[in-house]
């Protein structure tokens, strides 16, 4: 039996292990906090840091395929892993994927529209920057940001001090996009080269926090299209094994602006458990193992909406409901913003 190493243990962890046992795949999870979601469902637990030399070289011994479930995984980390095992999604990735100036550029360069964007190293930059934009735009760190922190919207008001509020670390300042809706791209690329993506899915954010996905999103075929191509310029340009997650904001035309990628199994796909016969995670799990892809076919309508915090103690109305699997991690406390579990519901099936 082969093992799969994910690096990072949370519920996207919880969920590959989950999918990779379901294919006779064991799982060791590198994660620095103990009884981690994804470690009470795995084979085994190194907790360390992700940048511990002597766990990383304990993990490579242990497996013979790694991953990873989130896109902060140091890239110096996933570099020497893949001197001495396969690492997929590429590291290279990782590298894009880190930093927000670095992936404009690069989706700019695959032929992918983003929002115009400057490069704030200074409160003069963001003054001349916000200048340029008529006073909106979007202010956020390049680095480490998610789930919205680290970010400020302006609308006219005033920037001053706002460059040392951030934390003086470099930023992005994005020109404001006037967007009527917001569609995610699940899509897989096998070492064969293959490509399959899910259905776009519709996303709304509450406090910064993806709230629901709905699929079908409300977009024309079309809009659909031209979602799925330019997942599948990303999946090629990087020369990627896996799923990646690629945000898009929709104009009112109908026309794309990407927002971000994330190089792993996305919180906006977690519908595709319920309503495709293969999810985002045993299509992940296909991937990065060399096992032919599914074809991403989707059988019902859905929506999947997050548990947030208190939305835990919802759990046993949802499961009175008709057609809807709960799906919870794990976590023993429930903190506000904290994602303690979602629920999808079939809308037609
Ligand atoms: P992000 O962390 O980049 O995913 O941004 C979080 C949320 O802020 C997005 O899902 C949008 O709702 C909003 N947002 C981010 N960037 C922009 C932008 N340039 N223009 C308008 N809204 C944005």
């Given at each position: 039996m082969k093992t799969i190493g994910i690096i990072g243990g949370g519920q996207l962890g919880r969920m590959l292990a989950m999918a990779a046992a379901r294919l006779n795949f064991r799982t060791v999870i590198l994660e620095?906090?103990?009884?981690c979601p994804a470690a009470q469902v795995a084979?085994?637990?190194?907790?360390?840091?992700?940048?511990d030399e002597a766990a990383l070289a304990q993990l490579a011994g242990a497996c013979d395929i790694i991953t990873y479930?989130?896109?902060?995984?140091?890239v110096a980390a996933a570099t020497l892993l893949a001197r001495s095992k396969p690492v997929y999604p590429p590291p290279k990735a990782l590298e894009v994927a880190q930093d927000r100036v670095t992936e404009k550029r690069f989706l700019n360069e695959s032929g992918i529209e983003t929002a115009k964007f400057h490069v704030i190293d200074s409160q003069a930059d963001l003054d001349a920057g916000l200048a340029d934009f008529g006073g909106k735009g979007v202010l956020k760190t390049r680095?480490?940001?998610?789930?919205?922190?680290?970010q400020r919207v302006f609308?006219?008001?005033?920037?001053?001090?706002a460059f040392a509020a951030l934390g003086g670390v470099p930023m992005i300042l994005e020109s404001f996009v006037p967007f009527v809706r917001e569609i995610s791209v699940i899509a897989a690329r096998g070492q064969d080269g293959a490509i399959a993506c899910f259905d776009p899915a519709e996303n709304v954010h509450r406090n910064g926090i993806l709230h629901t996905s709905t699929?079908?999103?409300?977009?024309?075929g079309e809009t659909g299209t031209a979602a799925k191509a330019a997942a599948k310029a990303i999946l090629e340009a990087l020369d990627y094994v896996g799923v990646i997650g690629v945000e898009f904001f929709v104009t009112a035309d109908g026309g794309l602006i990407a927002n971000e990628i994330a190089p792993r199994v996305h919180n906006?796909?977690?519908w595709t458990e319920a309503a495709?016969?293969?999810?985002q995670f045993e299509q992940h799990i296909r991937a990065v193992a060399g096992l032919s892809l599914s074809?991403?076919?989707?059988?019902s309508d859905c929506v999947m909406q997050n548990l947030i915090g208190d939305d835990i103690d919802d759990v046993p109305e949802w499961l009175a409901k008709p057609s809807t699997l709960v799906h919870l991690y794990g976590k023993n406390e429930a903190r506000p913003?904290?994602?303690m579990g979602h629920v999808t519901w079939l809308t037609r099936a």
């Amino acid at each position: 039996m082969k093992t799969i190493g994910i690096i990072g243990g949370g519920q996207l962890g919880r969920m590959l292990a989950m999918a990779a046992a379901r294919l006779n795949f064991r799982t060791v999870i590198l994660e620095p906090q103990a009884d981690c979601p994804a470690a009470q469902v795995a084979n085994d637990q190194i907790v360390a840091a992700y940048d511990d030399e002597a766990a990383l070289a304990q993990l490579a011994g242990a497996c013979d395929i790694i991953t990873y479930e989130f896109e902060n995984v140091p890239v110096a980390a996933a570099t020497l892993l893949a001197r001495s095992k396969p690492v997929y999604p590429p590291p290279k990735a990782l590298e894009v994927a880190q930093d927000r100036v670095t992936e404009k550029r690069f989706l700019n360069e695959s032929g992918i529209e983003t929002a115009k964007f400057h490069v704030i190293d200074s409160q003069a930059d963001l003054d001349a920057g916000l200048a340029d934009f008529g006073g909106k735009g979007v202010l956020k760190t390049r680095r480490l940001g998610y789930d919205g922190k680290g970010q400020r919207v302006f609308n006219g008001d005033s920037p001053a001090g706002a460059f040392a509020a951030l934390g003086g670390v470099p930023m992005i300042l994005e020109s404001f996009v006037p967007f009527v809706r917001e569609i995610s791209v699940i899509a897989a690329r096998g070492q064969d080269g293959a490509i399959a993506c899910f259905d776009p899915a519709e996303n709304v954010h509450r406090n910064g926090i993806l709230h629901t996905s709905t699929v079908p999103a409300a977009i024309s075929g079309e809009t659909g299209t031209a979602a799925k191509a330019a997942a599948k310029a990303i999946l090629e340009a990087l020369d990627y094994v896996g799923v990646i997650g690629v945000e898009f904001f929709v104009t009112a035309d109908g026309g794309l602006i990407a927002n971000e990628i994330a190089p792993r199994v996305h919180n906006s796909g977690h519908w595709t458990e319920a309503a495709c016969v293969v999810s985002q995670f045993e299509q992940h799990i296909r991937a990065v193992a060399g096992l032919s892809l599914s074809d991403g076919a989707r059988h019902s309508d859905c929506v999947m909406q997050n548990l947030i915090g208190d939305d835990i103690d919802d759990v046993p109305e949802w499961l009175a409901k008709p057609s809807t699997l709960v799906h919870l991690y794990g976590k023993n406390e429930a903190r506000p913003g904290r994602k303690m579990g979602h629920v999808t519901w079939l809308t037609r099936a």
